[in-house]
């Protein structure tokens, strides 16, 4: 067992697509550090949670290991390392949150001049992937036979390189895919940045921090676009406006000066557009107001 701590240790992505919003995400939930020179390391100042920047291929092994207890990082490489790790290791961390950044797919990816049929076509191809595991458990599950060609980087030029006949890689816009006469065809895998931590409790003061820092986090990510809505509006066409906010806790509902007008507020979790506001305007709506909502505990 690692010995018990009074400090909770968070990995997070050093520099690249992860590291800026999973420190703002933190941030947002109250945490602040005092930097240190080399910034590897970063001591935790409002609560005692410290912060590790490290490569994101490494946070599930420090977690593995216990020398972090909590780590960010995308689900396609906590999910690749589980799979590499199944026979030691992977029943002491998992996924607690999916955190609503940094999304992106495993695609599969051919050239575009193939006529595509289907899984069937990969028969006896070879593939270039940073995801050899999650590869190779799809084709086993396909009863695939194809060659998987491991590469750390620079995989979607190996069709071109002659290297491979199609490559398994993250996708986000496509981009990059189309760059190099390639077109996904399949998805393995939806990914987007997620808290991950042991599987077991803490043993000690860190299950009731992170225990906090769940609770926040949640907070945090219930309110992503939520706003307050405020208004007024006859009684009678009450129904019909909440018809058209079904994305809105239940209102709390005010008479105002005991005739048959109401004020309402409610918290709505979806986007408040213009166009849902001339929406509701003329289903009877009246003074609507959106409001920012900073925090929330529930
Ligand atoms: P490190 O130096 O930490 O190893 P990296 O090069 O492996 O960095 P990044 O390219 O910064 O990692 O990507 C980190 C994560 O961002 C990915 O694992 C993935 O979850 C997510 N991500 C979102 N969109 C994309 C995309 N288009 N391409 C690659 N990763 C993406
Ligand atoms: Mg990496």
Known sequence: ??????????????????????????????????????????????????????????????????VCDLGIVGRNVLAEQLLQRSNGGADK?????????????????????????????????????????????????QAIEAEVVPLSGSVEIAPRLGQADA?????????????????????LLKSEAVLAGPATPFSDVREELAALLLRRLDGVLRLKDSKLLLFQAQRHTVPALLKLLPDAEP???????GGDTLALQALCHGAMTWQRLEDLKHAGARGLMVLPVERMLA
């Not at 240190?36 to 970063?42: A, M, N, Q, T």
């Not at 209102?251 to 000066?257: A, C, G, R, S, Y």
């Open 251 to 257: 209102p709390t509902m005010l008479q105002v000066d």
């Open 167 to 187: 490559i398994c890689d993250l996708v986000s816009s496509g981009a990059t895919l189309a760059a190099n006469q390639l077109k996904p065809v399949l998805t």
């Open 93 to 141: 961390y998992r996924e607690w949150r999916a955190l609503d950044f940094g999304a992106c797919r495993l695609d599969i990816a051919v050239p575009d001049g193939w006529e595509w049929d289907g899984p069937a076509q990969l028969r006896g191809k070879r593939i270039a992937t940073s995801y050899p595991a999650l590869l190779g458990a799809w084709l086993r599950e």
């Open 1 to 66: 067992l690692p010995a018990a701590r009074d400090r909770l240790r968070v990995a997070i992505q050093k520099s690249g697509r992860l590291s800026e919003p999973a420190r703002a995400l933190l941030t947002s939930c109250g945490l602040s550090w005092r930097e240190s020179r080399d910034r590897l390391f970063c001591y935790g100042e409002s609560l005692p949670v410290d912060l590790l920047l490290v490569r994101d291929d490494d946070i599930p092994g420090l977690i593995a290991d216990g």
